[in-house]
C-alpha cells in the first residue's frame, strides 16, 4: 500500500478505542474475556503497511521463545490460546510502537474523557437500575451487581478488572503525554494542570464503580509511592482524603472496607476469596516457574492449584485455566529466563534510558506491582504502554527531565 495507515489519526483513534473497550463482543461469542479485535486490527494495520512498518528485535526473541514453548507443548487448545495470547501482546506492541513513530502528536483527551463517561454511565445504571444491563455485550451471564457490597462491572469482565483498567488508563495517559511533551514528566502538572476532568472520573470510575480492593489498594501504593518521592504532596493529601472520606461515607458496609478493616489479621484475607484466590494465583505460578525455569509450557493447570490444596479455603476449590497474573503467567508457561528478559528490554531498560531516578522508580513500582496482578497477556493497554514508554528518546525533551 501507498500509504502508510500508520500517519493516519483516524486509524490511530480507532486503535485507541479498541484498546480501551477490549472486553466488548461484537461479533465473537466465546468467553475469552479480552477480545481478539485489537490484534486483528493491528495485523491487517501491518500486513497492508509491511514496507513502513519498523520492528523491535526485542519482540522477535520473545515471540521466537514463545514460538518454541507452543512447538514443545503440541497441538492443543492450551497450547493454541497461550501463543495467540503473546502474538496478541506482540502485536499490539509493534503496531504501537509504528503509530507512535509515523503520527504526529494527537490530544487523546477527548476520547479518554469519553470513554471513562461510557464506562461511568454504564456503572451507574447497574448499580441504580438493572446490573444485568449491558452485561450481553461482554458475554456474562449476570451482573455483579446481585452480590451484596461489591461493585459492577459496567463493560469490563468483573469489578477488579474494571479496577485495573482504570490504573492503566492513567498510567497510559501519564506516558503518552509525557512523551507528546505536554508536560515534561512532572506528574504534578499531570494532576493539577491541564487533566482535572480525566483525574476526576478516572477516580470515580475506580472507587465508586468498581469498588475493587485490589485496585484501590495498587492505587494508593501508586499515590503514596509519589508522596515518598515528591515533596509536593499537598494537593495529593487533599484528593486522598476527600476521595477515601467519600468512599468511607458511601460504602462503609461495603466489600472494600472490610478488605482494608482486615489488612491487619492475615486470617481474614480467607474470608475475601477472590482476593486469596489471586494471591494463590501469583504464589502457585511463581513457584513452579522458578521449579522449572525454562518453563512448563501452555498446559492445564487444574493439577497444579490441587497439589496446594490445603492452602484453599475450606469448602472452595479453584478452578484454572490459566494463571491471572500478567507476570505470573510469562514465568510459569515460558520460565524464569524468559521473564527475566522481558522485565529488563521491555520495561527496566526503556524506563531506565528514558527517565530519571525519581520518575523511574515510581513507573517501575507502579508497573511491577499491577503487572503481578490479575492481568492477561492479551490485555492491550499493557503492550500499549510498554511501546510508548519505548518509543521515545530522553533526549528528545527540550531542557531534559530531571
Not at 212 to 223: E, K, R
Amino acid at each position: 500500500m501507498k500509504i502508510n495507515l500508520f500517519k493516519s489519526k483516524s486509524f490511530f483513534y480507532l486503535f485507541i478505542v479498541l484498546s480501551l473497550f477490549p472486553w466488548i463482543q461484537f461479533t465473537f461469542k466465546n468467553t475469552l474475556g479480552i477480545q481478539p479485535y485489537i490484534a486483528i486490527y493491528s495485523l491487517l494495520l501491518i500486513l497492508l503497511n509491511i514496507k513502513y512498518v519498523t520492528f523491535n528485535k526485542y519482540i522477535f526473541f520473545f515471540l521466537f521463545f514463545v514460538f518454541v514453548h507452543f512447538i514443545l507443548s503440541g497441538l492443543n487448545f492450551e497450547s493454541v490460546r497461550g501463543f495467540l495470547s503473546y502474538l496478541s501482546f506482540c502485536l499490539v506492541y509493534i503496531a504501537t510502537s509504528n503509530f507512535i513513530k509515523h503520527s504526529k502528536e494527537i490530544n487523546l483527551s477527548f476520547i479518554l474523557n469519553s470513554a471513562l463517561l461510557i464506562y461511568i454511565f454504564v456503572g451507574l445504571v447497574q448499580i441504580y437500575y438493572n446490573p444485568d444491563l449491558f452485561i450481553n455485550l461482554i458475554n456474562k451471564p449476570f451482573g455483579y451487581g446481585q452480590i451484596a457490597g461489591r461493585g459492577v462491572e459496567s463493560l469490563a469482565a468483573e469489578p477488579t478488572f474494571l479496577g485495573f483498567h482504570c490504573l492503566f488508563i492513567l498510567i497510559f495517559y501519564f506516558c503518552y503525554s509525557i512523551r507528546n511533551k505536554q508536560y515534561n514528566f512532572n506528574i504534578f502538572k499531570l494532576f493539577l494542570k491541564k487533566n482535572k476532568i480525566f483525574i476526576i472520573l478516572n477516580s470515580f470510575l475506580l472507587l465508586y464503580i468498581s469498588r475493587s480492593p485490589s485496585a484501590i489498594f495498587l492505587f494508593l501504593i501508586l499515590i503514596f509511592s509519589y508522596l515518598f518521592l515528591s515533596s509536593k504532596f499537598i494537593f495529593f493529601l487533599t484528593l486522598i482524603f476527600f476521595l477515601v472520606g467519600l468512599e468511607i461515607f458511601e460504602a462503609s458496609d461495603l466489600r472494600v472496607l472490610n478488605f482494608l478493616q482486615n489488612l491487619s489479621n492475615p486470617e481474614m484475607i480467607f474470608l475475601e476469596l477472590s482476593v486469596w484466590e489471586r494471591l494463590l494465583n501469583i504464589f502457585i505460578s511463581f513457584y513452579f516457574g522458578i521449579l522449572k525455569p525454562f518453563g512448563n509450557g501452555y498446559v492445564e493447570l487444574q493439577s497444579f492449584f490441587d497439589e496446594f490444596w490445603y492452602l484453599q479455603p475450606e469448602n472452595y476449590k479453584i478452578s484454572a485455566v490459566r494463571f491471572s497474573s500478567f507476570l505470573g503467567t510469562i514465568v510459569f508457561e515460558l520460565g524464569i529466563f524468559t521473564l527475566l528478559y522481558f522485565l529488563f528490554f521491555f520495561i527496566y531498560n526503556p524506563i531506565r534510558k528514558n527517565f530519571s531516578r525519581k520518575k523511574k522508580t515510581l513507573l517501575l513500582i507502579f508497573l511491577i506491582t499491577i503487572l503481578i496482578q490479575s492481568i492477561p497477556v492479551s490485555y492491550p493497554l499493557v503492550a500499549v504502554t510498554l511501546a510508548i514508554i519505548n518509543s521515545y528518546s530522553y533526549n528528545s525533551f527540550p531542557g531534559g527531565n530531571k
